[in-house]
């Protein structure tokens, strides 16, 4: 692991604290007229935020994404000073960062500027919009602190040249296509097919994401059973359903379980943010599954699915 | 219709096999009606190509040659997006569907190129090429393209850093090193790379004290004085 030695000061929650900062934001669309709609953020339980307005009719591809709100500094001068974060000539900037790998782009948009002379309880309004033909998947945007303007007197221990960002105030892991972290479901037509399969495309389960293009449970809507799945109504349907998830995660599973980074994924080791590794290791740590012995997966994962199935969480 | 292609890995694999077994019919004998124009233009852009008899297909030249074409043709008569262009699943449908033939010419039977390898899909590849050199216009992004190799396109795509491109900063770098180009020092594009990538870790170039065009200039002036 890559570990980074700080030349200079960063960001830190004593200096947070002293800032005193207060921030309110929301996520927002527009309609064609230009007029703003707030909506509603759904946490899961890897904390991205799922994005919805009151009739769950608005689509990313379609309107495009917009935060908006308010920094508000309590005590901005702190920042400055010859032991502070920055000097007292030098400037601070706030940027929103963001960073979507599935769109394979990122990019920062400066905000506003302090200084030393920023009078204190300064209220920063901020706003962006995505516009829809940008991005796809998800995207990280975060609120960060840059040097703006260096001081002309640097001192040992302050950042000295400007573009560097000193710290992070908050960041959200938006969801804009799909549901987030379920599993890569994927319909497909096809008359000559089972009802149905499992695909397997990684090849670094800890650096790629959990995604249908690396690992796809496909569902056949040409079968004859397809609707039960899709829509389980009897017990029958159901016993299917619990057969079918069941059968595709112990794939999965048993897949991931031959290759060399098991040990890894088991420990939680090296895993990246969403890769197929860290949500792999949920399971893991979450559910009472018995990876022992291919036998016994397969009863804990019926008896787990089952069990769910009757509580309602399936 | 973008919106709406739905073309797995799966499927993929299973056309690639149909291909495989008869590689000199790939020609594809049934598209959909609105991919046709798209067809249309590109396989006459690749007989204009070999006009000149001196062309190779497995050149720089060629791409080039197909991947402004293909940029420009998804710009103006298909409102292709970045939002698409993200998606492996459009390069997967148009390598397989609708340009099978010219894929298989330029490459053989690499199914990298094809599906298998969302870094190394060729069509998928040329256009990220063009996007990230994008001066404005077909002609200028010619311009400062024209005296590359086909390793410059492998530093600029396949150093998409963490994260994603950063638009902007690629567009910089391309637009400059047509002015260093010429200079004597050996392999630039690809030592400017490395220390762009170096720098990325405590920098961003939108942010620095004069913007992208200063935190390029720099990086070619560490190099060149």
């Given at each position: 692991?890559?570990?980074?030695?700080?030349?200079?000061?960063?960001?830190?929650?004593?200096?947070?604290?002293?800032?005193?900062?207060?921030?309110?934001?929301?996520?927002?669309?527009?309609?064609?007229?230009?007029?703003?709609?707030?909506?509603?953020?759904?946490?899961?339980?890897?904390?991205?935020?799922?994005?919805?307005?009151?009739?769950?009719?608005?689509?990313?591809?379609?309107?495009?994404?917009?935060?908006?709100?308010?920094?508000?500094?309590?005590?901005?001068?702190?920042?400055?000073?010859?032991?502070?974060?920055?000097?007292?000539?030098?400037?601070?900037?706030?940027?929103?960062?963001?960073?979507?790998?599935?769109?394979?782009?990122?990019?920062?948009?400066?905000?506003?500027?302090?200084?030393?002379?920023?009078?204190?309880?300064?209220?920063?309004?901020?706003?962006?919009?995505?516009?829809?033909?940008?991005?796809?998947?998800?995207?990280?945007?975060?609120?960060?602190?840059?040097?703006?303007?260096?001081?002309?007197?640097?001192?040992?221990?302050?950042?000295?040249?400007?573009?560097?960002?000193?710290?992070?105030?908050?960041?959200?892991?938006?969801?804009?296509?799909?549901?987030?972290?379920?599993?890569?479901?994927?319909?497909?037509?096809?008359?000559?097919?089972?009802?149905?399969?499992?695909?397997?495309?990684?090849?670094?389960?800890?650096?790629?994401?959990?995604?249908?293009?690396?690992?796809?449970?496909?569902?056949?809507?040409?079968?004859?059973?397809?609707?039960?799945?899709?829509?389980?109504?009897?017990?029958?349907?159901?016993?299917?359903?619990?057969?079918?998830?069941?059968?595709?995660?112990?794939?999965?599973?048993?897949?991931?379980?031959?290759?060399?980074?098991?040990?890894?994924?088991?420990?939680?080791?090296?895993?990246?943010?969403?890769?197929?590794?860290?949500?792999?290791?949920?399971?893991?740590?979450?559910?009472?599954?018995?990876?022992?012995?291919?036998?016994?997966?397969?009863?804990?994962?019926?008896?787990?699915?089952?069990?769910?199935?009757?509580?309602?969480?399936? | 219709?973008?919106?709406?292609?739905?073309?797995?890995?799966?499927?993929?694999?299973?056309?690639?096999?149909?291909?495989?077994?008869?590689?000199?019919?790939?020609?594809?004998?049934?598209?959909?009606?609105?991919?046709?124009?798209?067809?249309?233009?590109?396989?006459?852009?690749?007989?204009?190509?070999?006009?000149?008899?001196?062309?190779?297909?497995?050149?720089?030249?060629?791409?080039?040659?197909?991947?402004?074409?293909?940029?420009?043709?998804?710009?103006?008569?298909?409102?292709?997006?970045?939002?698409?262009?993200?998606?492996?699943?459009?390069w997967r449908?148009l390598s397989l569907?609708?340009f099978?033939?010219?894929v298989?010419?330029?490459?053989?039977?690499?199914?990298?190129?094809f599906y298998?390898?969302?870094?190394?899909i060729?069509l998928?590849?040329?256009?990220?090429?063009?996007?990230?050199?994008?001066?404005?216009?077909?002609?200028?992004?010619?311009?400062?393209?024209?005296?590359?190799?086909?390793?410059?396109?492998?530093?600029?795509?396949?150093?998409?850093?963490?994260?994603?491109?950063?638009?902007?900063?690629?567009?910089?770098?391309?637009?400059?090193?047509?002015?260093?180009?010429?200079?004597?020092?050996?392999?630039?594009?690809?030592?400017?790379?490395?220390?762009?990538?170096?720098?990325?870790?405590?920098?961003?170039?939108?942010?620095?004290?004069?913007?992208?065009?200063?935190?390029?200039?720099?990086?070619?002036?560490?190099?060149?004085?």
């Amino acid at each position: 692991m890559a570990n980074r030695i700080s030349m200079n000061k960063f960001f830190d929650e004593a200096m947070e604290e002293l800032l005193n900062v207060n921030l309110n934001f929301d996520f927002f669309y527009k309609e064609v007229d230009g007029s703003k709609y707030i909506l509603d953020q759904i946490v899961d339980h890897e904390f991205k935020i799922l994005l919805k307005n009151e009739d769950d009719s608005w689509d990313y591809a379609e309107k495009g994404l917009g935060i908006s709100g308010n920094i508000i500094l309590g005590n901005p001068s702190s920042l400055f000073g010859p032991t502070q974060l920055v000097a007292m000539d030098a400037e601070l900037g706030f940027a929103f960062e963001w960073m979507s790998k599935q769109s394979s782009q990122r990019g920062v948009i400066p905000l506003a500027a302090i200084t030393s002379t920023t009078p204190n309880n300064v209220v920063i309004p901020v706003d962006h919009y995505f516009p829809k033909d940008k991005l796809f998947g998800e995207v990280y945007i975060s609120l960060i602190l840059y040097l703006k303007k260096a001081s002309r007197n640097s001192v040992r221990g302050q950042a000295g040249y400007t573009g560097i960002i000193l710290g992070e105030l908050v960041e959200w892991n938006v969801i804009l296509d799909g549901a987030g972290s379920t599993f890569p479901i994927v319909i497909v037509d096809e008359p000559e097919a089972p009802l149905w399969y499992v695909d397997f495309n990684y090849s670094e389960p800890l650096i790629e994401p959990f995604d249908k293009e690396y690992i796809a449970i496909y569902l056949n809507k040409a079968h004859v059973a397809f609707s039960a799945i899709k829509t389980p109504k009897t017990k029958f349907d159901q016993s299917l359903y619990v057969e079918f998830l069941s059968g595709a995660l112990q794939i999965i599973l048993q897949n991931l379980i031959e290759t060399t980074d098991w040990q890894d994924i088991k420990e939680g080791k090296n895993c990246e943010e969403g890769s197929i590794g860290e949500v792999m290791h949920y399971f893991l740590t979450t559910f009472n599954w018995d990876f022992d012995a291919p036998e016994r997966l397969a009863v804990s994962l019926r008896k787990d699915l089952e069990s769910r199935l009757k509580s309602g969480e399936l | 219709m973008w919106e709406n292609l739905i073309y797995t890995k799966a499927q993929a694999k299973v056309k690639y096999q149909q291909i495989e077994a008869e590689p000199e019919g790939s020609a594809p004998s049934n598209i959909k009606p609105f991919f046709k124009l798209l067809r249309e233009v590109i396989m006459k852009e690749k007989n204009n190509f070999f006009i000149d008899n001196s062309q190779k297909i497995n050149s720089y030249s060629f791409d080039l040659h197909m991947g402004l074409n293909l940029y420009c043709v998804l710009k103006e008569k298909y409102a292709f997006t970045e939002r698409l262009a993200a998606q492996d699943e459009v390069w997967r449908y148009l390598s397989l569907e609708i340009f099978p033939d010219l894929v298989y010419d330029r490459h053989g039977l690499k199914d990298q190129r094809f599906y298998k390898d969302p870094r190394r899909i060729w069509l998928k590849t040329i256009w990220w090429y063009i996007h990230l050199s994008w001066q404005g216009a077909a002609e200028e992004t010619f311009d400062v393209l024209k005296e590359n190799s086909a390793d410059v396109i492998m530093q600029l795509v396949d150093r998409s850093g963490s994260g994603g491109y950063r638009v902007d900063l690629a567009r910089e770098i391309m637009r400059q090193y047509k002015i260093y180009n010429d200079s004597s020092i050996p392999q630039l594009f690809r030592r400017i790379s490395k220390l762009n990538t170096a720098r990325l870790n405590m920098t961003e170039p939108n942010l620095v004290e004069g913007g992208i065009e200063r935190y390029v200039e720099d990086l070619y002036s560490y190099f060149l004085n």
